[in-house]
């Protein structure tokens, strides 16, 4: 079987970038888990089909000259990410996809989209960093499927306008903690409270629908009144505007002021710094709990995936984003409504010493279920089965051309 990535080399949720290694930008590779199973799997190949738009350092550009470098630069990313050539076939034409392939792209790269007619194959994107941006382009490709880490079809109010279009097969995938994020402390030494992770962020698309552009209320709500929670949870969430030093760009801004202040904000200004310069695992395991507020379109936060392979007590809305993973409050959770009033009330319940038998088997068997079902390897399998068994249907109605 083969899997078709577009554009593979600018992907930065399956590889680090070149611009990542040229700037020296950290990065979280997102999904290299499942890029790494593919690799493994003898009867799979995968290949990078690299379009008209695939120079992943300058996207936007339709020049033919600079765009005729998206090879090279493919080969050097590749190299620099230790993947052997050998191991990832290079599309170059629309024509090389074939029927029988599985054709996967990702939303949040607008260039991935650019076909010049819709491939005659079965095609998967994934809402990785969901938004609302290329629905219009979404729509033309009229995927066969596609995923997330939450249903965004049933979780986000205004799904619906952008992408009522699509009445297919929309899955839920589980995050993926890495390998590092394990328990270290044991639970008994540990400080016996919560503690806070996350970065709060502002996408303008929201005012529309909540009439705030805050995309992780719950997060802020514990940044804004991280005095008054001490008692209960130790605050690191990280405002991502903390550290800008110039106003972000805006619609109303002309072409030359929103270039400068994209130059300005990438080589002069450090975000989160601060939120960065601490060891995550080493957190999570100084604490017995762990929150990490969810996103108000219908996301958690991977962070709950890491506290949870860390050791903690994960507490989280009781709003059913859990549930689709398979996981039961009060079993491998600790739920809450949002409010900070009853996130005291459950932080001080389980504080007390009657319930420290109770919190620790809540975060023993968080942490095997998470470790037994949220790995890479699990992940990818589950997720591959699903694209196959998907796809199989797509051949019985779609017979080739």
């Given at each position: 079987?083969?899997?078709?990535?577009?554009?593979?080399?600018?992907?930065?949720?399956?590889?680090?970038?070149?611009?990542?290694?040229?700037?020296?930008?950290?990065?979280?590779?997102?999904?290299k888990y499942l890029?790494?199973?593919?690799?493994?799997?003898?009867?799979?190949?995968?290949?990078?089909?690299?379009?008209?738009?695939?120079?992943?350092?300058?996207?936007?550009t339709r020049n033919r000259l600079l765009q005729s470098?998206?090879?090279?630069?493919?080969?050097?990313?590749?190299?620099?990410?230790?993947?052997?050539?050998?191991?990832?076939?290079?599309?170059?034409?629309?024509?090389?996809?074939?029927?029988?392939d599985i054709v996967i792209l990702y939303q949040v790269f607008g260039p991935q989209m650019d076909f010049k007619r819709r491939p005659d194959a079965f095609l998967a994107i994934s809402q990785l960093h969901f938004s609302v941006r290329q629905a219009e382009a979404m729509e033309k490709l009229d995927p066969d499927l596609m995923y997330n880490e939450s249903n965004m079809q049933q979780r986000f109010i205004a799904f619906d306008e952008y992408f009522g279009w699509f009445k297919k097969q929309y899955l839920v995938i589980p995050f993926v903690f890495a390998e590092r994020f394990k328990p270290i402390k044991p639970f008994a030494e540990r400080q016996?409270?919560?503690?806070?992770?996350?970065?709060?962020?502002?996408?303008?698309?929201?005012?529309?629908?909540?009439?705030?552009?805050?995309?992780?209320?719950?997060?802020?709500q514990v940044y804004d009144h991280a005095e008054e929670l001490k008692p209960w949870v130790d605050c690191f969430n990280s405002d991502y505007l903390e550290d800008t030093k110039l106003a972000q760009a805006s619609k109303h801004d002309n072409k030359f002021t929103r270039i400068f202040k994209r130059l300005h904000d990438k080589f002069f200004v450090g975000h989160q710094k601060k939120y960065y310069s601490f060891d995550m695992v080493e957190k999570f395991n100084d604490y017995k709990m762990c929150v990490v507020g969810e996103e108000i379109i219908g996301l958690p936060g991977i962070g709950f995936v890491e506290g949870m392979a860390s050791g903690c007590a994960y507490i989280g809305q009781t709003v059913g984003y859990y549930e689709d993973y398979g996981m039961q409050e009060g079993v491998h959770y600790i739920g809450y409504d949002g409010t900070l009033d009853d996130l005291k009330a459950k932080i001080s319940?389980?504080?007390?010493?009657?319930?420290?038998?109770?919190?620790?088997?809540?975060?023993?068997?968080?942490?095997?279920f998470v470790r037994s079902h949220f790995n890479g390897p699990a992940a990818a399998k589950s997720l591959l089965d699903n694209l196959l068994e998907a796809q199989q249907r797509w051949l019985a109605e779609h017979p080739q051309k």
């Amino acid at each position: 079987m083969r899997i078709v990535f577009v554009n593979l080399h600018g992907n930065e949720f399956l590889v680090k970038t070149l611009n990542k290694f040229i700037f020296k930008q950290s990065v979280a590779i997102k999904h290299k888990y499942l890029l790494d199973y593919l690799l493994s799997r003898d009867d799979v190949e995968v290949c990078s089909y690299i379009n008209k738009r695939g120079l992943s350092l300058s996207y936007t550009t339709r020049n033919r000259l600079l765009q005729s470098f998206r090879f090279l630069e493919h080969r050097i990313t590749m190299r620099k990410n230790g993947l052997s050539r050998a191991k990832i076939k290079v599309l170059k034409s629309e024509d090389e996809i074939r029927h029988d392939d599985i054709v996967i792209l990702y939303q949040v790269f607008g260039p991935q989209m650019d076909f010049k007619r819709r491939p005659d194959a079965f095609l998967a994107i994934s809402q990785l960093h969901f938004s609302v941006r290329q629905a219009e382009a979404m729509e033309k490709l009229d995927p066969d499927l596609m995923y997330n880490e939450s249903n965004m079809q049933q979780r986000f109010i205004a799904f619906d306008e952008y992408f009522g279009w699509f009445k297919k097969q929309y899955l839920v995938i589980p995050f993926v903690f890495a390998e590092r994020f394990k328990p270290i402390k044991p639970f008994a030494e540990r400080q016996n409270k919560a503690v806070s992770v996350g970065t709060v962020t502002y996408p303008e698309y929201l005012v529309k629908y909540y009439g705030h552009n805050c995309l992780q209320p719950a997060r802020k709500q514990v940044y804004d009144h991280a005095e008054e929670l001490k008692p209960w949870v130790d605050c690191f969430n990280s405002d991502y505007l903390e550290d800008t030093k110039l106003a972000q760009a805006s619609k109303h801004d002309n072409k030359f002021t929103r270039i400068f202040k994209r130059l300005h904000d990438k080589f002069f200004v450090g975000h989160q710094k601060k939120y960065y310069s601490f060891d995550m695992v080493e957190k999570f395991n100084d604490y017995k709990m762990c929150v990490v507020g969810e996103e108000i379109i219908g996301l958690p936060g991977i962070g709950f995936v890491e506290g949870m392979a860390s050791g903690c007590a994960y507490i989280g809305q009781t709003v059913g984003y859990y549930e689709d993973y398979g996981m039961q409050e009060g079993v491998h959770y600790i739920g809450y409504d949002g409010t900070l009033d009853d996130l005291k009330a459950k932080i001080s319940y389980y504080q007390q010493p009657e319930h420290q038998q109770e919190l620790e088997k809540i975060a023993q068997t968080g942490c095997e279920f998470v470790r037994s079902h949220f790995n890479g390897p699990a992940a990818a399998k589950s997720l591959l089965d699903n694209l196959l068994e998907a796809q199989q249907r797509w051949l019985a109605e779609h017979p080739q051309k």
